[in-house]
């Protein structure tokens, strides 16, 4: 299996749904996750057509197999109703690379996974570079990405669920506060900064960050050498 049937699933849904699919990633065994709280934007003109009020919003992301994806999408639409307006909404992302064989086998453990390997997209000349550190560690996740050509990133805070885990796998315990640290770069820099950032901000380090890599189609308002 190559790393194309690996993806990033996201979830942007109304908080109380939020805290029912955390429930329920944990029952069948997708306890690693990370969410953070967010706020929808639909006019009121689209709010008064489906009869819906402004709502707090829920951002969880998980990585999956395309096998628990199947699974994951038949509940979404049949226990938790998502196709619903004012619901929520589920979407993929292709992995292309992860830091490290132990990262990989904490985010997908319990999944039905055979042989993974880098899985590279035609014609892209960017990816997204994520990286999740601990709590008040982002600057030094980016600069060891700035040492190797990365312009800069964008922080969000999050919080991880089910990371008590991690120290089966990766022999350290991760802190449930998290900073999700999204950086683009060209692919052809992608390899040297997530080595970097796995170097001087990895496991063995207080920041204790696993990094991955997802592809990016196009871009818009980069240049050669900078990331916004």
């Known amino acids: 299996m190559d790393m194309n049937e ?10 109380s749904v939020g805290r029912k699919l955390l429930s329920y990633y944990e029952e069948i065994g997708l306890s690693s996750t990370l969410c953070t709280l967010a706020q929808g934007t639909a006019t009121s003109e689209t709010l008064d057509y489906f009869g819906l009020e402004v709502t707090e919003k829920m951002v969880t992301l998980t990585v999956v197999a395309d096998e628990t994806w199947k699974q994951v999408k038949r509940e979404l639409e049949d226990r938790f109703q998502i196709d619903v307006p004012g619901t929520g909404i589920a979407f993929l992302m292709p992995l ?32 997204l570079i994520i990286v999740v550190a601990n709590h008040g560690h982002s600057e030094e996740v980016m600069d060891a990405a700035r040492a190797q050509g990365a312009g800069g990133g964008t922080v969000i805070h999050a919080k991880g669920t089910g990371l008590e885990r991690a120290e089966k796998f990766l022999g350290v315990s991760i802190a449930d506060e998290k900073e999700l640290i999204l950086i683009v ?10 080595k970097s950032i796995m170097d001087h901000a990895g496991l063995e380090s207080k920041a204790r960050a ?7 189609t196009d871009t818009a308002g980069l240049r050669i050498q900078e990331v916004q």
Do not use: H
């Open 96 to 127: 292309s690379s992860v830091g490290g064989k132990k990262v990989l086998q904490f985010l997908i453990d319990g999944q039905k996974v055979e042989k993974v390997e880098e899985s590279v997209m035609k014609n892209t000349n960017y990816e």
């Open 210 to 216: 696993v990094v991955f890599s997802l592809p990016v």
């Open 185 to 194: 770069t060209r692919t052809e820099a992608k390899n040297a900064i997530m």
């Open 6 to 15: 690996i993806y990033m699933l996201m979830t942007v849904t109304k908080r």
